[in-house]
């Protein structure tokens, strides 16, 4: 009677065992991605610790969580476009355009320190939104719509500045952004406390679950009642939002803001991501493993610069790690499919 309604034999009790195991190991690929990451950080470490000098001085340390702030903070929000079965590539260019806009905010139109900084965040999430809606209203591939955005964000920034440097006025608001708070870089205290605010958003909320359904299936998320354009417009306003937020440290870590600042650091944010182990496809993915992504991609771009390695041959490690972790998702999503196929 069970064989007639399911259309499939009773398998033999070892191959059911077998199938809840690699169910369970697929149920469980992100832990152990999240594991073999931790393992490689600390490997890491080690090697680096004992060949490139400085590596482990507090110093290069602290130099390097702030470095990990500027990729990280993009990569919470991006970490949500990818698991809804979205892209966004143009998080380098709009945190060199926000870069600009907060300089040019505070010098040349009169603004101020605090006027610059809001209409910087409040541009950096209209921008995203603009990209969301395009992508939720008349379904053009996200992909096509923020590499728009790059192209435009990028060459205004430029066209603004001329390419040069503007340099930002004497101010103690970013003193403080761009300095220390009690010896840790204030970026990497805002990037822990985002990071907090969005794994519980992830986690915890109805939104959190809709951008996982969304990327899991995203007719069956339409008929179970979710606004998909709100949801997309949402997940692209706040990668806007969090590129505006990393322009903004980065001019006041630097004393400038710059249209050519933060090359290529879409795909190091990117890279992070996937590697930290969610699905190109949507649907699958963690903060946790964002994070031990963004350590490791900040781990080797340090030790790659101390070990003097070129500068060229650099990005070429970093498209092998892209490449390579994709392999992986891949493979991972493969194996999932046919375990729960079983």
Sequence with gaps: MTTAQTGRAPSPPGARSGGAAARLLAGRAHQLNEIGLLVAIVVLYVALGSSAEGFLSVHNQLGMLRDAAMIGIAAWGVTLVIIAGEIDISIGPATAFASVLVAKGSTEWGLGVAGAIVLTLLLGAVWGAIAGWLRAVFDVPSFITTLGLWSILGGL?????????????????????????????AAAVIMLVLFGVFAYIARYTAYGRSVYTIGGNAAAARLAGIDLKRTRVL???TTGFLSAVTGILLAARLGSGSGGAAAGLEFDVIAAVVIGGTALAGGRGAMLGTLLGVVFITVIGNGLVLLGVDSFLQNVVRGVIIVGAVLVNVIVARRGRAAAAS
Excluded at 158 to 185: E, H, N, Q
């Design 157 to 185: 920034g430029l066209y603004l500045t001329d390419a040069l440097p503007v340099t930002l006025p004497s101010s103690g608001t970013f003193d403080v952004l761009g300095g220390d708070v009690l010896g840790v870089p």
């Design 235 to 237: 997940l692209f306003a």
